[in-house]
Protein backbone atom coordinates (compact mmCIF):
# COMPACT_ATOMS: atom_id res chain seq x y z
CA UNK A 1 0.00 0.00 0.00
CA UNK A 2 0.97 3.86 -0.87
CA UNK A 3 2.56 5.30 2.36
CA UNK A 4 1.64 8.61 3.50
CA UNK A 5 4.91 10.89 4.67
CA UNK A 6 4.04 14.43 6.31
CA UNK A 7 6.95 16.69 6.85
CA UNK A 8 7.58 19.69 8.53
CA UNK A 9 9.73 22.69 7.44
CA UNK A 10 8.74 21.25 3.52
CA UNK A 11 10.06 24.96 2.86
CA UNK A 12 13.31 24.37 4.05
CA UNK A 13 16.35 23.38 2.54
CA UNK A 14 16.25 19.78 4.03
CA UNK A 15 12.40 19.88 3.51
CA UNK A 16 12.34 20.66 -0.16
CA UNK A 17 15.00 17.32 -0.97
CA UNK A 18 13.18 14.88 1.47
CA UNK A 19 9.57 15.80 -0.67
CA UNK A 20 11.62 15.12 -3.58
CA UNK A 21 12.88 12.26 -2.52
CA UNK A 22 9.33 9.95 -0.74
CA UNK A 23 7.75 11.13 -4.13
CA UNK A 24 10.06 9.52 -6.26
CA UNK A 25 9.98 6.48 -3.72
CA UNK A 26 6.23 5.92 -4.52
CA UNK A 27 4.99 8.15 -1.14
CA UNK A 28 2.18 10.28 -0.86
CA UNK A 29 3.84 13.62 0.72
CA UNK A 30 1.80 16.07 3.30
CA UNK A 31 3.66 19.24 3.99
CA UNK A 32 2.96 21.81 6.33
CA UNK A 33 3.43 25.68 5.34
CA UNK A 34 3.09 28.05 8.57
CA UNK A 35 1.11 30.92 7.68
CA UNK A 36 3.32 34.23 6.06
CA UNK A 37 2.28 37.43 4.42
CA UNK A 38 4.88 36.31 1.94
CA UNK A 39 5.16 32.91 -0.01
CA UNK A 40 7.79 30.51 0.92
CA UNK A 41 7.80 28.31 -1.77
CA UNK A 42 10.57 28.69 -3.53
CA UNK A 43 12.03 25.32 -2.81
CA UNK A 44 9.33 23.49 -2.91
CA UNK A 45 7.49 25.53 -6.50
CA UNK A 46 8.51 22.80 -9.10
CA UNK A 47 7.13 19.62 -7.43
CA UNK A 48 3.60 21.88 -7.80
CA UNK A 49 0.44 19.42 -7.02
CA UNK A 50 2.33 16.35 -6.49
CA UNK A 51 2.98 17.53 -3.09
CA UNK A 52 0.08 18.37 -1.02
CA UNK A 53 0.42 21.53 1.56
CA UNK A 54 -1.60 21.80 4.76
CA UNK A 55 -1.42 24.32 6.69
CA UNK A 56 -0.14 24.22 11.18
CA UNK A 57 2.56 25.77 12.86
CA UNK A 58 4.78 23.80 15.50
CA UNK A 59 3.51 26.44 18.31
CA UNK A 60 -0.12 25.15 17.55
CA UNK A 61 -0.30 22.00 19.01
CA UNK A 62 -4.09 21.61 17.52
CA UNK A 63 -2.99 22.23 14.32
CA UNK A 64 -0.57 19.45 14.19
CA UNK A 65 -3.32 17.11 16.08
CA UNK A 66 -5.97 17.67 12.66
CA UNK A 67 -3.38 17.39 10.27
CA UNK A 68 -2.38 13.60 11.90
CA UNK A 69 -6.41 13.09 11.66
CA UNK A 70 -6.81 14.34 8.20
CA UNK A 71 -3.79 12.93 6.88
CA UNK A 72 -2.88 9.78 8.46
CA UNK A 73 0.31 9.64 7.87
CA UNK A 74 2.82 6.72 8.42
CA UNK A 75 5.70 8.54 9.03
CA UNK A 76 6.13 12.37 10.16
CA UNK A 77 9.77 14.16 9.20
CA UNK A 78 9.93 16.79 11.95
CA UNK A 79 12.20 19.30 10.17
CA UNK A 80 10.73 22.81 11.26
CA UNK A 81 12.91 24.90 13.48
CA UNK A 82 14.45 28.06 14.06
CA UNK A 83 17.87 26.80 12.70
CA UNK A 84 20.12 29.76 12.35
CA UNK A 85 22.28 29.56 15.22
CA UNK A 86 22.90 33.28 15.80
CA UNK A 87 19.29 34.78 15.64
CA UNK A 88 18.82 32.20 18.74
CA UNK A 89 20.92 34.31 20.63
CA UNK A 90 18.46 37.61 20.10
CA UNK A 91 14.96 35.16 19.94
CA UNK A 92 16.40 32.76 22.64
CA UNK A 93 12.73 32.19 23.95
CA UNK A 94 11.00 31.61 20.41
CA UNK A 95 13.71 29.78 19.44
CA UNK A 96 12.79 27.20 22.55
CA UNK A 97 9.11 27.37 21.87
CA UNK A 98 9.73 26.52 18.02
CA UNK A 99 12.99 24.36 18.10
CA UNK A 100 12.51 22.38 21.57
CA UNK A 101 8.70 22.32 22.72
CA UNK A 102 7.86 22.15 19.18
CA UNK A 103 9.67 18.55 18.68
CA UNK A 104 6.84 17.84 22.65
CA UNK A 105 4.32 19.25 20.57
CA UNK A 106 4.52 16.74 17.87
CA UNK A 107 4.95 13.38 19.92
CA UNK A 108 1.97 14.57 21.97
CA UNK A 109 -0.22 14.63 18.98
CA UNK A 110 0.92 11.50 17.56
CA UNK A 111 0.89 9.82 20.62
CA UNK A 112 -2.70 11.22 21.20
CA UNK A 113 -3.87 10.57 17.75
CA UNK A 114 -1.80 7.03 16.08
CA UNK A 115 1.25 6.20 18.41
CA UNK A 116 1.93 3.55 15.18
CA UNK A 117 3.34 6.71 13.47
CA UNK A 118 6.64 6.74 12.69
CA UNK A 119 8.83 10.08 13.99
CA UNK A 120 12.27 11.12 12.45
CA UNK A 121 13.76 14.58 14.88
CA UNK A 122 16.20 16.77 13.47
CA UNK A 123 19.01 16.96 15.90
CA UNK A 124 22.19 18.01 15.19
CA UNK A 125 25.98 18.61 15.59
CA UNK A 126 25.32 21.78 17.61
CA UNK A 127 23.82 19.74 20.27
CA UNK A 128 27.77 18.52 20.98
CA UNK A 129 29.17 22.60 21.10
CA UNK A 130 31.85 22.46 22.81
CA UNK A 131 32.80 18.70 21.89
CA UNK A 132 33.64 16.50 24.60
CA UNK A 133 35.83 14.26 22.57
CA UNK A 134 36.84 13.99 18.51
CA UNK A 135 35.16 12.52 16.77
CA UNK A 136 31.49 12.67 17.70
CA UNK A 137 29.48 9.85 18.10
CA UNK A 138 25.82 8.79 19.50
CA UNK A 139 27.39 8.47 22.45
CA UNK A 140 29.40 11.39 23.01
CA UNK A 141 27.98 13.65 26.09
CA UNK A 142 26.38 16.89 25.02
CA UNK A 143 27.80 20.67 25.29
CA UNK A 144 25.05 23.26 23.53
CA UNK A 145 26.69 26.34 23.13
CA UNK A 146 23.70 28.49 21.86
CA UNK A 147 19.93 28.74 22.68
CA UNK A 148 19.41 26.90 19.21
CA UNK A 149 21.73 23.92 20.70
CA UNK A 150 20.18 23.65 24.02
CA UNK A 151 16.64 23.86 22.65
CA UNK A 152 18.07 20.65 20.25
CA UNK A 153 19.13 18.92 22.90
CA UNK A 154 15.19 19.19 24.67
CA UNK A 155 13.65 17.25 21.92
CA UNK A 156 15.99 15.12 21.20
CA UNK A 157 15.77 13.77 24.80
CA UNK A 158 11.81 14.33 24.43
CA UNK A 159 12.09 11.91 21.52
CA UNK A 160 14.33 9.27 23.38
CA UNK A 161 11.99 10.21 26.11
CA UNK A 162 8.80 9.19 24.43
CA UNK A 163 10.39 6.26 22.83
CA UNK A 164 11.48 4.60 26.18
CA UNK A 165 8.02 5.96 27.61
CA UNK A 166 5.19 4.94 25.46
CA UNK A 167 7.54 1.98 23.35
CA UNK A 168 6.81 4.79 19.85
CA UNK A 169 9.16 4.24 16.83
CA UNK A 170 10.97 7.86 18.00
CA UNK A 171 14.28 8.21 16.02
CA UNK A 172 16.47 10.83 15.98
CA UNK A 173 19.39 11.37 13.03
CA UNK A 174 22.30 13.59 14.96
CA UNK A 175 23.48 15.44 11.66
CA UNK A 176 26.85 17.60 10.89
CA UNK A 177 26.24 20.66 8.87
CA UNK A 178 24.78 19.83 5.33
CA UNK A 179 24.77 22.10 2.20
CA UNK A 180 23.88 22.52 -1.67
CA UNK A 181 22.21 25.66 -3.82
CA UNK A 182 18.76 25.63 -1.67
CA UNK A 183 21.00 26.77 1.24
CA UNK A 184 19.76 29.63 3.10
CA UNK A 185 21.69 32.75 1.89
CA UNK A 186 22.35 33.52 5.46
CA UNK A 187 24.44 30.08 6.59
CA UNK A 188 28.34 30.26 5.91
CA UNK A 189 28.78 28.23 2.80
CA UNK A 190 26.01 30.04 0.74
CA UNK A 191 27.06 33.53 1.86
CA UNK A 192 30.34 32.66 0.76
CA UNK A 193 29.57 31.16 -2.78
CA UNK A 194 27.30 33.53 -3.46
CA UNK A 195 29.33 36.75 -2.51
CA UNK A 196 32.35 35.56 -4.59
CA UNK A 197 30.04 35.18 -7.57
CA UNK A 198 29.34 38.27 -7.17
CA UNK A 199 32.64 39.95 -6.81
CA UNK A 200 33.14 37.74 -9.80
CA UNK A 201 31.09 39.43 -11.79
CA UNK A 202 31.94 42.54 -10.71
CA UNK A 203 28.74 43.13 -8.55
CA UNK A 204 30.65 43.31 -5.25
CA UNK A 205 33.40 44.18 -3.00
CA UNK A 206 34.15 42.84 -0.69
CA UNK A 207 32.40 40.35 1.60
CA UNK A 208 32.24 40.46 5.38
CA UNK A 209 32.79 37.19 8.08
CA UNK A 210 33.33 36.35 11.73
CA UNK A 211 35.34 33.81 12.56
CA UNK A 212 37.52 32.15 10.37
CA UNK A 213 38.70 29.60 12.65
CA UNK A 214 35.71 27.47 13.60
CA UNK A 215 35.63 23.52 11.97
CA UNK A 216 32.95 21.84 10.33
CA UNK A 217 31.93 18.78 9.18
CA UNK A 218 30.24 19.86 5.74
CA UNK A 219 28.28 17.28 3.46
CA UNK A 220 25.84 17.39 0.48
CA UNK A 221 22.18 18.03 1.98
CA UNK A 222 20.54 14.86 -1.00
CA UNK A 223 22.62 12.42 1.03
CA UNK A 224 21.71 13.24 4.29
CA UNK A 225 17.80 13.28 3.39
CA UNK A 226 18.22 9.85 2.17
CA UNK A 227 19.77 9.15 5.56
CA UNK A 228 16.54 10.17 7.05
CA UNK A 229 14.42 7.88 5.42
CA UNK A 230 16.73 4.87 6.06
CA UNK A 231 16.31 5.88 10.00
CA UNK A 232 12.44 5.76 9.54
CA UNK A 233 12.33 2.24 7.86
CA UNK A 234 14.93 0.29 10.13
CA UNK A 235 13.57 -2.96 12.58
CA UNK A 236 14.03 -0.48 15.77
CA UNK A 237 13.90 2.71 16.19
CA UNK A 238 16.99 4.91 17.45
CA UNK A 239 19.96 7.81 17.18
CA UNK A 240 22.19 7.94 14.28
CA UNK A 241 25.04 10.57 13.66
CA UNK A 242 24.84 11.36 9.85
CA UNK A 243 28.50 12.86 9.33
CA UNK A 244 31.56 13.14 6.64
CA UNK A 245 33.44 12.38 8.84
CA UNK A 246 35.96 14.69 7.98
CA UNK A 247 36.71 18.16 8.94
CA UNK A 248 37.75 21.68 6.97
CA UNK A 249 37.86 25.49 8.83
CA UNK A 250 35.80 27.70 7.21
CA UNK A 251 38.56 29.63 5.95
CA UNK A 252 39.22 26.44 3.61
CA UNK A 253 35.76 26.87 2.69
CA UNK A 254 36.59 30.52 2.10
CA UNK A 255 39.37 30.18 0.02
CA UNK A 256 38.97 26.91 -1.80
CA UNK A 257 35.35 29.18 -3.18
CA UNK A 258 36.73 31.80 -4.04
CA UNK A 259 39.63 30.44 -5.78
CA UNK A 260 37.12 28.08 -7.85
CA UNK A 261 36.31 31.76 -9.42
CA UNK A 262 40.00 32.61 -10.16
CA UNK A 263 40.15 34.92 -7.06
CA UNK A 264 41.81 35.00 -4.06
CA UNK A 265 39.74 35.31 -0.89
CA UNK A 266 42.48 38.04 0.96
CA UNK A 267 41.71 40.32 -1.70
CA UNK A 268 37.94 41.08 -0.33
CA UNK A 269 36.97 38.76 2.52
CA UNK A 270 36.87 41.52 5.81
CA UNK A 271 36.74 39.95 9.16
CA UNK A 272 33.46 41.49 11.16
CA UNK A 273 32.80 41.25 14.52
CA UNK A 274 29.11 42.15 13.87
CA UNK A 275 29.24 38.31 12.41
CA UNK A 276 31.31 36.52 15.70
CA UNK A 277 29.38 34.29 18.13
CA UNK A 278 28.63 35.12 21.59
CA UNK A 279 30.71 31.50 22.06
CA UNK A 280 31.68 29.36 19.29
CA UNK A 281 31.50 25.87 18.26
CA UNK A 282 35.29 25.42 17.44
CA UNK A 283 35.54 21.98 16.27
CA UNK A 284 32.73 19.43 14.95
CA UNK A 285 33.28 16.16 13.29
CA UNK A 286 31.37 13.21 13.13
CA UNK A 287 31.72 9.64 13.20
CA UNK A 288 28.95 8.11 11.06
CA UNK A 289 29.85 4.22 11.47
CA UNK A 290 26.94 3.31 13.38
CA UNK A 291 24.51 4.37 10.09
CA UNK A 292 27.05 3.25 7.57
CA UNK A 293 26.89 -0.62 9.43
CA UNK A 294 23.41 -0.19 10.57
CA UNK A 295 21.46 1.38 7.30
CA UNK A 296 24.16 1.16 4.30
CA UNK A 297 24.07 4.62 4.45
CA UNK A 298 27.50 7.03 3.14
CA UNK A 299 28.00 10.35 1.90
CA UNK A 300 28.65 10.43 -1.78
CA UNK A 301 29.75 13.90 -2.15
CA UNK A 302 33.19 15.21 -1.12
CA UNK A 303 34.03 18.62 0.51
CA UNK A 304 35.68 19.62 -2.98
CA UNK A 305 32.79 18.71 -4.98
CA UNK A 306 29.83 20.25 -3.18
CA UNK A 307 32.35 23.56 -3.24
CA UNK A 308 31.76 23.00 -7.05
CA UNK A 309 28.38 22.20 -7.22
CA UNK A 310 27.56 25.45 -4.93
CA UNK A 311 30.00 27.87 -6.48
CA UNK A 312 28.71 26.56 -10.19
CA UNK A 313 24.78 26.90 -9.03
CA UNK A 314 25.32 30.12 -7.52
CA UNK A 315 27.73 31.62 -10.75
CA UNK A 316 24.50 30.60 -12.73
CA UNK A 317 22.26 32.16 -10.54
CA UNK A 318 24.26 36.20 -10.23
CA UNK A 319 24.22 35.71 -14.34
CA UNK A 320 20.57 35.16 -14.34
CA UNK A 321 19.56 38.18 -11.59
CA UNK A 322 21.83 40.49 -13.63
CA UNK A 323 20.07 39.70 -16.88
CA UNK A 324 16.49 39.86 -15.08
CA UNK A 325 18.06 43.44 -14.03
CA UNK A 326 19.39 44.47 -17.14
CA UNK A 327 15.65 43.27 -18.91
CA UNK A 328 14.15 45.68 -16.70
CA UNK A 329 16.72 48.51 -16.54
CA UNK A 330 16.35 48.40 -20.26
CA UNK A 331 12.21 48.26 -20.29
CA UNK A 332 12.25 51.23 -17.86
CA UNK A 333 14.60 53.27 -20.17
CA UNK A 334 11.62 52.96 -22.63
CA UNK A 335 8.60 53.73 -20.72
P1 LIG B 1 15.82 25.60 7.17
O1 LIG B 1 16.18 25.68 5.72
O2 LIG B 1 16.10 26.75 8.06
O3 LIG B 1 14.25 25.27 7.24
C1 LIG B 1 13.54 25.39 8.45
C2 LIG B 1 12.08 25.09 8.18
O4 LIG B 1 11.33 25.22 9.40
C3 LIG B 1 11.41 26.05 7.17
O5 LIG B 1 10.54 25.31 6.35
C4 LIG B 1 10.60 26.97 8.08
O6 LIG B 1 9.47 27.54 7.46
C5 LIG B 1 10.15 25.97 9.13
N1 LIG B 1 9.65 26.59 10.36
C6 LIG B 1 10.28 27.52 11.15
N2 LIG B 1 9.50 27.84 12.19
C7 LIG B 1 8.36 27.11 12.08
C8 LIG B 1 7.19 27.00 12.85
N3 LIG B 1 6.98 27.73 13.95
N4 LIG B 1 6.23 26.13 12.45
C9 LIG B 1 6.39 25.42 11.33
N5 LIG B 1 7.47 25.48 10.53
C10 LIG B 1 8.45 26.32 10.91
O7 LIG B 1 16.50 24.33 7.83
P2 LIG B 1 17.23 23.06 7.16
O8 LIG B 1 18.66 23.40 6.90
O9 LIG B 1 16.40 22.54 6.05
O10 LIG B 1 17.24 22.05 8.38
C11 LIG B 1 16.14 21.16 8.60
C12 LIG B 1 16.15 20.73 10.05
O11 LIG B 1 17.37 20.05 10.34
C13 LIG B 1 16.08 21.86 11.08
O12 LIG B 1 15.36 21.37 12.20
C14 LIG B 1 17.54 22.10 11.47
O13 LIG B 1 17.60 22.65 12.76
C15 LIG B 1 18.06 20.68 11.40
N6 LIG B 1 19.49 20.53 11.08
C16 LIG B 1 20.01 21.14 9.98
C17 LIG B 1 21.34 20.93 9.66
C18 LIG B 1 21.96 21.56 8.43
O14 LIG B 1 23.19 21.56 8.33
N7 LIG B 1 21.16 22.03 7.48
C19 LIG B 1 22.13 20.10 10.46
C20 LIG B 1 21.56 19.49 11.57
C21 LIG B 1 20.21 19.69 11.86
P3 LIG B 1 9.55 28.99 6.71
O15 LIG B 1 9.97 28.71 5.31
O16 LIG B 1 8.16 29.49 6.84
O17 LIG B 1 10.56 29.82 7.46
N1 LIG C 1 26.49 32.17 9.20
C1 LIG C 1 27.73 32.67 9.29
N2 LIG C 1 27.98 33.92 8.80
N3 LIG C 1 28.69 31.91 9.84
C2 LIG C 1 29.94 32.42 9.91
C3 LIG C 1 30.25 33.69 9.42
C4 LIG C 1 29.23 34.49 8.84
O1 LIG C 1 29.42 35.62 8.41
N4 LIG C 1 31.59 33.90 9.62
C5 LIG C 1 32.07 32.82 10.21
N5 LIG C 1 31.07 31.91 10.39
C6 LIG C 1 31.22 30.61 11.06
C7 LIG C 1 30.30 30.43 12.26
O2 LIG C 1 30.82 31.12 13.40
C8 LIG C 1 30.31 28.91 12.38
O3 LIG C 1 31.44 28.51 13.12
C9 LIG C 1 30.47 28.43 10.93
O4 LIG C 1 30.87 29.58 10.17
C10 LIG C 1 29.22 27.82 10.32
O5 LIG C 1 28.14 28.70 10.54
P1 LIG C 1 26.69 28.43 9.86
O6 LIG C 1 26.82 28.15 8.42
O7 LIG C 1 25.80 29.55 10.28
O8 LIG C 1 26.22 27.03 10.50
P2 LIG C 1 26.26 26.47 11.98
O9 LIG C 1 27.35 25.43 12.04
O10 LIG C 1 26.27 27.53 13.00
O11 LIG C 1 24.83 25.76 12.08
C11 LIG C 1 24.33 24.97 10.99
O12 LIG C 1 24.69 23.62 11.17
C12 LIG C 1 24.14 23.01 12.34
C13 LIG C 1 24.68 21.56 12.39
O13 LIG C 1 25.93 21.56 13.02
C14 LIG C 1 22.81 25.16 10.96
O14 LIG C 1 22.29 24.55 9.81
C15 LIG C 1 22.16 24.53 12.16
O15 LIG C 1 20.73 24.57 12.03
C16 LIG C 1 22.62 23.06 12.25
O16 LIG C 1 22.03 22.41 13.35
Given at each position: MRKTAFITGVTGQDGSYLAELL?????RVVGMIRRTSTVPTERIYHLGETLEIVSGDLLDEKSLRHILETCQPDEVYNLAAQSFVP???????????????GVTRMLNAIHDVNPHIRFYQASTSEMFGKAQEVPQNERTPLYP??????????????TINFRESYGMFAATGILFNHE???????????KVT????????????????GNMDAQRDWGYAPDYVEGMWRILQADEP??????????????EWVEKSFRALGLDYKDYVVTDPRFVRPAEVDLLVGDPCKAHNLLDWKPTVTFDQLIAIMVEA?????????????????LRSIH
Open positions: LAKGYESWTQAVLTGEITGLRSPYGAAKVYGHWMSPRRGMEFLTRYAAARIAAGLQTELRLSDYVLATGETHSVRDKALVAEQEATRQVIAK
